[in-house]
């Protein structure tokens, strides 16, 4: 068989697979469909559509059960959009994160939660908090943890007052890119625009590539990339979700100076998330300071074999010399041996919050 005959046939199964590829996936619409149907049946207005428990199981699934060759991860990406595609019908999804466009934290909102929603931008975490307390988001994404610079103090400084919980987590290598619009030549780049700290991680790569370029900074990277697209010889260092908000070119990718950056999102709502199976809580514990005092807070986990993942304090408040200790650790709220661990905590402690449990981020 010649190369055009051989071409021909695989192409012709191609689009064989492709048609039931169409049919399955309208199948699965109906099916969610019909589910929305049910649930607007029995709850009313009040139905909630989006379970992050069994978006996480769903995903799990098919990474576990993908034969190859695509990446477990490419696949699970695959099925969050169409699991976002098919949530559209019900009820589109309206999601507030730290704008403006093109931010790591719009990444990660559409990372989590597919292509297929409403993302709403706002200037500060306290808006974000505020928009979905009152509603007008179903769930908000904001950034808690950098590898680089550690805890954000003043994203958990917001649960300390707020009734929201703590639905899920996500995680983004925050890799940054040399962006320019279509025909700009590197040799001619006078003047990048990005945020300041982005200058500061590209610091080494820039010394070495463009030493006389002007570096200007802006307060986000979709400025900087609006700024690229619209000014000749001119680029912006953001991230990848710019190339598409704003119509970039990629002129040279991962230029930070440390290339194994992460950023941790957390995603707030109004409801509880039941259990996935591979799950996280966090919990809020107040007790003043005094001798054994952080001992008498770990020891029930210790006894109780539930593996801690992260304690942060912060002050409560200065004249008592009294803090919040904020304790994420692995299982759910529902959990046997949890409610075990966190009966006895509640006896040591001025105050115990539960401030979510969510599950383990499949992607």
């Known amino acids: 068989m010649d190369e055009q005959a051989e071409l021909g046939r695989l192409r012709e199964r191609i689009d064989a697979i ?23 049946r029995a709850q009313g207005q009040d139905a909630v559509f989006f379970r992050p428990e069994r978006e996480a199981q769903v995903i799990r699934r098919v990474m576990e059960r993908n034969p190859g060759p695509l990446s477990d991860e490419e696949m699970g990406r695959l099925f969050r959009e169409v ?44 808006e974000i908090f505020r928009e ?18 550690g805890i954000i103090t003043h994203t958990l400084d917001r649960f300390v007052t707020s009734p929201l919980k703590i639905c899920g987590e996500v995680q983004i290598r925050t890799h940054l890119f040399l962006l320019a ?28 590539h463009f030493p006389n370029a002007k570096l200007v900074a802006m307060s986000s990277h979709g400025e900087a990339a609006l700024k690229a697209a619209k000014e000749p010889h001119s680029a912006a260092i953001a991230g990848e979700i710019c190339t598409e ?10 230029i930070e100076d440390s290339p194994n950056q992460i950023t941790r999102f957390l995603i707030i709502g109004r ?16 007790r003043r300071n005094e001798p054994g005092a952080l ?39 529902e959990d046997t041996p949890v409610k075990a661990a966190i009966a006895e905590l509640n006896q040591r402690v001025s105050d115990l919050r539960h401030l979510g449990s969510f599950p383990v981020g499949a992607l």
């Open 18 to 40: 492709d048609q039931q590829l169409i049919e399955l996936i309208s199948e699965r619409a109906r099916c969610a469909q019909a589910v929305a149907e049910v649930k607007m």
């Open 271 to 286: 409801e509880k998330v039941g259990p996935s199976g591979q799950d996280k809580t966090v919990v809020l514990a107040s």
């Open 83 to 126: 699991m976002s595609a098919c949530l559209a019908l019900e009820r589109p999804m309206h999601i507030a994160y730290l704008g403006p466009e093109g931010t790591f934290t719009h990444a990660a909102a559409l990372k989590h939660f597919g292509y297929s929603v409403v993302t709403l931008p706002f200037d500060s975490d306290a």
């Open 245 to 254: 908000l704003f119509g970039l070119n990629r002129l040279e990718r991962n």
């Open 132 to 149: 979905v307390e009152a509603g007008e988001a179903h769930y908000g994404v904001v950034p808690v943890e950098t590898s680089t610079e």
């Open 295 to 333: 001992y008498e807070l770990l020891e029930p986990f210790h006894r109780h074999q539930i593996s801690l993942t992260r304690i942060e304090s912060r002050p409560a408040d200065a004249n008592t010399w009294t803090y919040h200790f904020f304790l994420e650790f692995e299982g759910h709220w």
């Open 181 to 208: 619009a279509p025909g700009t030549e590197p040799r001619h780049i006078k003047r990048i625009y990005s945020h300041p700290q982005s200058f500061v991680h590209c610091r080494q790569w820039l010394e070495a």
